[in-house]
């Protein structure tokens, strides 16, 4: 499974971004999804994560009410809509593929990850 993870650039403090995560195959379909982040300097960071059917998802205390997980499994897609943007938000987000058919949060339980895209919140 090969993931292409998009839609990452810089924005103000309080702005808004969709990233995007294609799968290269249907597979994928079947499973979990989860976005994760590595800001600079910090460990690997659960941000969003959801079921293969997308009736279940997980966001993170950081994030919750801020940003929204979803999928279109007919197009293979992953999204995360993300508003209200803030500094602490900058990094790397990439988009991962989980070995069963929900979203953990620990990373380790991801076998398919995305090459990343960077976000970058101006103050």
């Known amino acids: 499974v090969q993931l292409q993870a998009s839609g990452g650039g810089l924005v103000q403090s309080g702005g808004s971004l969709r990233l995007s995560c294609a799968s290269s195959?249907?597979?994928?379909?079947?499973?979990?999804m989860g976005w994760f982040r590595r800001a600079p300097g910090k460990e690997r960071e659960f941000v969003a994560g959801?079921?293969?059917?997308?009736?279940?998802?997980m966001h993170s205390d950081s994030v919750k009410g801020r940003f929204t997980i979803s999928r279109d499994r007919a197009k293979n897609m992953v999204y995360l809509q993300m508003s209200s943007l803030k500094p602490e938000d900058t990094a790397v987000y990439y988009c991962?593929?989980?070995?069963?058919?929900?979203?953990?949060?620990?990373?380790?339980?991801?076998?398919?990850w995305g090459q990343g895209t960077l976000v970058t919140v101006s103050s």
């Open positions: 991962a593929v989980s070995r069963t058919s929900y979203s953990p949060t620990n990373y380790s339980q991801y076998n398919y």
């Open positions: 959801i079921s293969w059917n997308g009736g279940s998802t």
């Open positions: 195959r249907r597979t994928a379909s079947n499973n979990g």
